[in-house]
């Protein structure tokens, strides 16, 4: 969850040096077990097919934000919405990967998305390459159903925290 700053510097052949570029930033997944209270949730109703499952939970935020970040870790393909606005811009996120040894975490800040009050949170759930039991057959690249781990991290402007987490208090129903 660490906050990284980088900028490059190019050097020629003829060891002329650019200027400096502008300071980007990129954030860190969570490492660590210990980092990660959410539960890997998702909808296991048929075992021959997995149908795009739609999770959703309604929140509250007590007072203001200061920042707001989710992590979320998809297990097959997903799409965040927070307040009914999708979270970024990608499509078939997260990247492939061999799941018997990694899952990736995609960090988004969220802090626009989010106000005091209610708010809903939901993600839809795509097979992607982790639930292949139709193209591929059972026995080929099916992993099992689509599931998803999510943490939203609220900062308030006093550096109190809120943490909202996937759990079995989600609500799930049958996707498209």
Not at 12 to 22: I, R
Not at 27 to 44: H, P, S, V
Request: glycine share 10%; aromatic share 10%.
């Amino acid at each position: 969850g660490k906050k990284v700053s980088w900028k490059v510097q190019i050097l020629d052949e003829k060891k002329n040096q650019s200027e400096w570029s502008a300071i980007s930033h990129w954030e860190m997944g969570l490492l660590d077990k210990a980092d990660w209270q959410a539960k890997w949730i998702g909808r296991t109703t048929d075992t021959n097919s997995h149908p795009a499952p739609l999770l959703r939970r309604a929140f509250e935020v007590k007072d203001k934000l200061k920042r707001a970040t989710a992590y979320v870790c998809g297990l097959g393909y997903y799409e965040l919405y927070l307040n009914g606005a999708k979270v970024g811009d990608r499509v078939l996120d997260p990247a492939q990967t061999s799941y018997d040894k990694r899952a990736f975490v995609v960090v988004h800040d969220v802090t626009r998305l989010l106000r005091a009050g209610a708010n809903t949170v939901g993600v839809m759930l795509g097979n992607g390459f982790y639930g292949q039991n139709l193209s591929f057959g059972v026995a080929g690249l099916s992993y099992g159903p689509p599931r998803t781990r999510l943490l939203i991290e609220i900062t308030h402007p006093d550096g109190s925290q809120t943490r909202v987490e996937s759990d079995a208090s989600w609500k799930g129903a049958a996707g498209p």
